[in-house]
């Protein structure tokens, strides 16, 4: 297909497609002529990958790039893809105080549910400066409800790899762990909103 019949199947214009090729999201087609590529479905089924990332997950160009470059790498093991996905998209919202105390809490919890991760994961400080956070604010959740939290949060991480451990190909099983991080946060966030509106109904409606 042309670049014209790659935008009208994606949904994206024809100038963000050349961006991305620019960028080098996108591999570049078969030259037909020098002006003319031609594009088959697998230019397609990334362009929408990239899609979903960039307006789903909100990531930023620089972002997609780093981690499409290791579900392209074939030596980058699917551990390693993901360590540098969830590296690459997880912040620091930099609280500055409590951090011992968060420290001791998260400790607590991850104890709880047997998980073990590098010291230096970015995962362990962002939970780390949210948990502060939260103290400074004094909101810190309850010993209860972190564990709670974590055990929550330890069932969505077995169901992602349960459905790694169903594909076939290690491009599959890239891009679905690729997804299940980056689109399966918001997902859950968005199932959370849900529950707590369900919850919230069933408890405080008629004002008690």
Do not use: C, F
């Not at 990531?59 to 790039?65: D, F, G, H, Y």
């Not at 974590?150 to 169901?159: K, L, N």
């Amino acid at each position: 297909m042309r670049v014209s019949d790659l935008s009208r199947s994606s949904g994206v214009p024809v100038a963000t497609i050349k961006y991305y090729l620019r960028e080098g999201l996108l591999p570049r087609g078969e030259t037909t002529s020098p002006n003319q590529a031609r594009y088959d479905d697998t230019h397609l089924r990334r362009l929408r990958l990239i899609r979903a990332l960039v307006e789903v997950g909100g990531l930023p160009i620089a972002t997609v790039r780093e981690v499409l470059s290791a579900v392209d790498d074939p030596a980058v093991s699917l551990h390693a893809m993901l360590g540098r996905t969830v590296y690459a998209i997880t912040g620091d919202v930099g609280a500055s105080g409590s951090l011992d105390e968060a420290e001791a809490d998260l400790e607590q919890a991850m104890t709880h549910v047997g998980w073990q991760v590098e010291q230096g994961a970015p995962a362990l400080a962002g939970a780390r400066s949210v948990l502060a956070r939260m103290r400074e604010l004094g909101l810190a959740p309850g010993e209860t409800t972190l564990r709670a939290w974590a055990e929550a949060a330890d069932r969505a991480a077995e169901g992602d790899m349960a459905a790694i451990g169903r594909t076939t190909g290690r491009e599959h099983a890239a891009e679905t762990a690729l997804i299940g991080t980056v689109l399966g946060d918001a997902l859950l966030a968005a199932l959370r909103r849900i529950a707590q509106e369900s919850r919230s109904a069933q408890l405080y409606r008629n004002g008690s």
